[in-house]
């Protein structure tokens, strides 16, 4: 058994500004807030399409909880440190809260459409300041953004008419 007298200092070739910290952290709790609802949403949705909704909420759960590690895990590789705590993230989330109880699918699409637009706005809304600071972590958001907004559309796309109806904007 060794003992160690000197101190540890890393030399990294890139860290964090506090503000690249901020608009990670943000991303960070969102995407947490969205497993959360797609969950809460997954286990209380009733109606028509039951089971096709069901398992698409599961999806929105895997991915969202995949993305948050993801980004908590390029925050530690940025010398940052994620604070996913349920407390920060119900304080810091900038997702609209998901009803309790029993909700309908077709409510259910809507509230769930919103939660995924709503973590992509973030995503799009931090993108260009991530951009200028650090490309790589850009460059995460940018897959985040691509498999976001695809189920948003596939999610949305229950409650749509054909030729009749079309998303309204969230994000400009």
Do not use: C
């Not at 010398?79 to 304080?91: E, F, L, N, W």
């Not at 609209?96 to 459409?113: K, M, W």
């Not at 596939?154 to 749509?160: G, L, Q, W």
């Amino acid at each position: 058994m060794s003992t160690v007298t000197e101190t540890h200092t890393a030399h990294p070739a890139f860290k964090a500004s506090e503000r690249l910290a901020g608009h990670l952290q943000q991303l960070h709790v969102d995407l947490i807030d969205l497993h959360i609802q797609a969950k809460q949403a997954h286990w209380n949705v009733v109606g028509k399409n039951f089971r096709d909704l069901h398992l698409q909420l599961d999806e929105v759960v895997d991915a969202a909880r995949e993305f948050s590690d993801t980004v908590a895990e390029r925050m530690r590789a940025i010398y940052v440190v994620p604070d996913g705590r349920a407390k920060t993230v119900a304080a810091q989330s900038s997702l609209a809260e998901f009803p309790a109880g029993e909700v309908d699918t077709a409510e259910t699409v809507d509230l769930i459409t919103g939660a995924l637009y709503g973590v992509a706005a973030t995503a799009r809304r931090i993108h260009d300041d991530v951009d200028a600071e650090d490309p790589t972590t850009a460059d995460i958001i940018h897959s985040i953004l691509e498999r976001l907004e695809q189920l948003a559309w596939m999610i949305d796309s229950e409650n749509r008419v054909a030729n009749q109806s079309a998303p309204r904007p969230i994000y400009q």
